[in-house]
């Protein structure tokens, strides 16, 4: 046994050594190196170490023989080059890096920011890191000492989050920043020619005067990649705002660049800087040493299948941004307004005409006393053509509805309909229950692994049998459910099975102060697929709580992708459209429920129940899930 455990492993290292020449590299090399570092235990984490020493020697070698080299050259030659900027300042620019275990990375990466920007000073350097990464003291350290190690960069940012993955983490550091430029930034990367900044200036002056709206998608060529690829998109400010996103979360990681480059493709937006070399010192082209953050981040093939075979079912998707992204060129580049009248608080979306124009409504729209029959029909229909993967007739269907003046936007379509209620984004940390549910995770996650364990939700006797739909999903739906409360009650499935979730969520007042409440634990199976479809009615928020929520679990509310926070509360208009899928390899878990719109008016609250004004450090809750009072709450 011993000996074929060598054999293997000399014959593994044979194939990655052979990986230095490009004839014989590919893409087994990778899973070949993953699982010589899964099985370590075994003996066989050898194999990557002494892959690694030789990638080490090479990349010092390559710096000092090709890129070092070029660095020199470009900044001789800079001053022989023209970029002219066009009026105005220098545009500000943000570099967004989520990094992890690769404290002399980012050291490298900042280093060669340094080295090689003609006006360091209007950049800013923000860096995503996970709370539980053990490399984050050294980190905290290096930024402690950036002002003295990179003192040209006018900002470095560290922000300590929780692990989200690599595209929402993008997505909150697109939120801190304030350049004109996003850029995608990668701690495997390294800037190599002089300049770069002031040829990206003269690149965007260019297009600019082309097109005023703004609307950019440009990336670094200086001949590096492929007839046809790009990577590392740099957005405009115009483009960012009007998607309200800077990567989509969908994807584990792999189609991310894909999808921005695809929606500008498709607006004739996508743009190169020629003749800048921004150097990806990847694994695969064995340029870097296959290290813990690659293993995590790009583990097996698979897993970039799969997000392949999600880039591809979601073109959808990718035409209502783009249709976004063309609104605003066709305006001339005046970008949504902010949440409220006009807009999707969610999305940034810009109404339909339709559902502004008085005039299109005074022609079209349906008499007022025959639109709550409306909605619930065409409620149904758009539902159920969604399910039946009829998305344009979907889509269709909605927008003459909204021109009939049954809703105010084609996305929100509640069959109980509140028009007087503003449409709006929600924080759940405003949410007292957010906390107070995220305090209590561990209790509530070693009860479901007990409970899931035995037995599948929808076999469990929760309702009467007659009345499946309260039990499963309704046609094109995927979860399976156990009703908690339900007619004002907790179940006797409730109460069985799930006592210490019951005593936790029985100290939510608002989760059954409406008249028609109802908790639910809801289980997606892996590769499982919500069908688009709204909630009932916008007087309430949908409340839904990650329990079990794995690294390729998605949702779509609204027109925008949004993280599934695992552990933590998505509060949400129950009123929106939204999907959901599961492409991990375990369920999918959230308990769901609804509570009063904020804006209802709260006499309509107290003739439907007691309002609530419980607060998370009034209770107590005991190792056992029992919830008792505070002393003097």
């Not at 492409?583 to 107290?606: C, G, I, K, M, N």
Request: charged share 25%.
């Amino acid at each position: 046994m011993a000996e074929r455990r060598i054999s293997s492993a000399a014959r593994d290292l044979a194939r990655l050594l052979l990986g230095h020449s490009s004839r014989y590299r590919d893409g087994r090399l990778q899973d070949v190196a993953t699982e010589a570092l899964r099985e370590d235990a075994d003996g066989r984490g050898w194999v990557v170490r002494v892959v690694n020493a030789s990638l080490r020697a090479r990349q010092r070698l390559d710096y000092a023989v090709r890129l070092e080299p070029r660095r020199v050259l470009s900044r001789l030659s800079y001053p022989l080059r023209g970029h002219a900027s066009g009026d105005g300042p220098p545009r500000s620019l943000s570099l967004l890096c989520p990094t992890r275990g690769r404290v002399d990375n980012v050291r490298d990466f900042l280093t060669s920011v340094c080295r090689t920007t003609a006006a360091p000073g209007r950049i800013e350097a923000l860096f995503y890191v996970d709370s539980d990464d053990p490399d984050l003291p050294a980190y905290r350290e290096l930024f402690r000492r950036s002002r003295w190690l990179f003192g040209d960069i006018g900002r470095c940012a560290l922000h300590v989050g929780d692990p989200v993955g690599v595209p929402a983490a993008w997505n909150q550091l697109a939120e801190a920043a304030t350049g004109d430029l996003l850029m995608m930034a990668n701690d495997d990367q390294l800037y190599v020619d002089y300049g770069w900044d002031a040829a990206l200036d003269s690149r965007v002056a260019e297009l600019t005067r082309l097109h005023p709206d703004g609307v950019l998608c440009l990336y670094f060529d200086a001949g590096q990649y492929p007839e046809g690829g790009c990577d590392f998109p740099i957005l405009s400010r115009a483009w960012y705002e009007t998607v309200g996103y800077f990567t989509p979360t969908i994807f584990q990681q792999w189609e991310v660049e894909r999808w921005l480059f695809d929606i500008a493709d498709r607006l004739g937006r996508l743009h190169p800087v020629p003749g800048v070399l921004v150097e990806h010192r990847h694994y695969q082209d064995y340029k870097a040493p296959f290290d813990a953050t690659y293993q995590r981040h790009r583990m097996t093939r698979e897993k970039s299948f799969s997000d392949h075979a999600l880039f591809l079912r979601t073109e959808k998707l990718r035409e209502a941004e783009v249709r976004k992204l063309q609104a605003v060129i066709d305006r001339g580049g005046a970008v949504a307004s902010p949440a409220g009248e006009g807009t999707s608080a969610l999305s940034g979306q810009a109404l339909p005409e339709a559902a502004l124009s008085e005039e299109a409504l005074s022609k079209k729209a349906l008499p007022e006393e025959v639109l709550p029959v409306a909605r619930r029909h065409y409620a149904g229909l758009v539902d159920d053509l969604h399910a039946a993967g009829q998305t344009e007739q979907a889509v269709a269907c909605a927008e003459l509805a909204v021109s009939q003046g049954v809703w105010a936007h084609p996305l929100h379509r509640p069959a109980v309909y509140r028009p007087d209620l503003p449409l709006r984004e929600y924080d759940p940390g405003t949410f007292w229950f957010d906390a107070y549910l995220a305090e209590n995770h561990a209790k509530l996650l070693a009860e479901l692994d007990r409970f899931t364990g035995t037995v599948r939700l929808d076999a469990v006797d929760t309702v009467d049998a007659a009345d499946s739909s309260a039990r499963v999903g309704t046609v094109g739906q995927q979860w399976d459910r156990l009703v908690l409360f339900a007619d004002g009650e907790w179940t006797a499935a409730a109460a069985r099975s799930l006592p210490v979730t019951m005593t936790v969520l029985s100290a939510i007042p608002e989760a059954t102060l409406l008249p028609d409440s109802s908790v639910e634990l809801a289980l997606l199976p892996s590769g499982g697929r919500v069908a688009a479809r709204c909630g009932r009615s916008n007087t309430a928020l949908r409340v839904e709580f990650g329990l079990q929520v794995g690294e390729g679990v998605g949702t779509r509310i609204g027109g925008r992708p949004v993280p599934w926070p695992r552990g933590r509360c998505l509060v949400f208009d129950d009123g929106w459209e939204r999907e959901v899928w599961n492409e991990s390899a375990s369920a999918h878990v959230v308990l769901s429920f609804t509570v009063p719109h904020p804006d209802l008016d709260p006499a309509a609250l107290r003739r439907a129940g007691r309002v609530s004004t419980v607060s998370v450090s009034d209770v107590s809750i005991s190792d056992n899930g029992a919830v008792s009072p505070k002393p003097g709450a």
